[in-house]
């Protein structure tokens, strides 16, 4: 039976060099499942899932999606597919707003006019969900570094995501942590039914 939504890598190899990062990995994510990947410094973590996120092409092995073999050619056909990634380095635009970031490149329009307001109110019940006290129309580059790291995961929730993939963007983070994920474990993937892989240096 194939799982609609299940993604998976399959005897996934990468080479860097004389050395051996992945070596014939394979993982399967079903829906309404949390993964967490757990290893030593330098042990591939990230680099599986760049794979996923289309950042890293493997020489050997492959991905497949819903029973179906996929293969990206960069980060924006793994984004097109419902992969959604979040490293710990920030990649929103800090002289935006966060309701301008929250829609970045998906904005809302009536007959060519941006719909401000509707997005404005969407922007505060994400940020809601996610306990963050911030005004949507607050321009991102003014919040703290530990703040921009949860509205990140907060965006990356928003979108239409089937995978969620973070990569420690919380590392930086001490007391928010286990907070954010909580809840980005809570909200959207278990709310649509679909995925989160999460890997976090706290072991
Ligand atoms: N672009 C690259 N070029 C060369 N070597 C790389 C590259 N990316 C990763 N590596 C090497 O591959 C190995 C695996 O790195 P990776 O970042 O996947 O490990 P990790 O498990 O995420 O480690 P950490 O816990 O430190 O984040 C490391 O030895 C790293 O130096
Ligand atoms: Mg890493």
Redesign the pocket.
Known sequence: MVVEDKLEAIGVS?V??D?T??DGVSLAITPGEIHG?I????????????VFAGA?RPERGHLRISGRNVAFDGPADAIKVGISTVYQELSLLPNLTVTENTFLGAEQTTAGALRRRAMERETRELLERFQLDIDPLTKLGDLSIALRQLVEIAVAVHRNVRFLLL??PTASLEIAHPAAIGVAAKSSPARTGRDLAH?S?AQ
């Open positions: 990468k860097f060099g050395f990062a992945l990947l290893g030593h410094n330098g042990a591939g973590k990230s680099t599986l899932l760049r890293v990569d420690e890997r240096q």
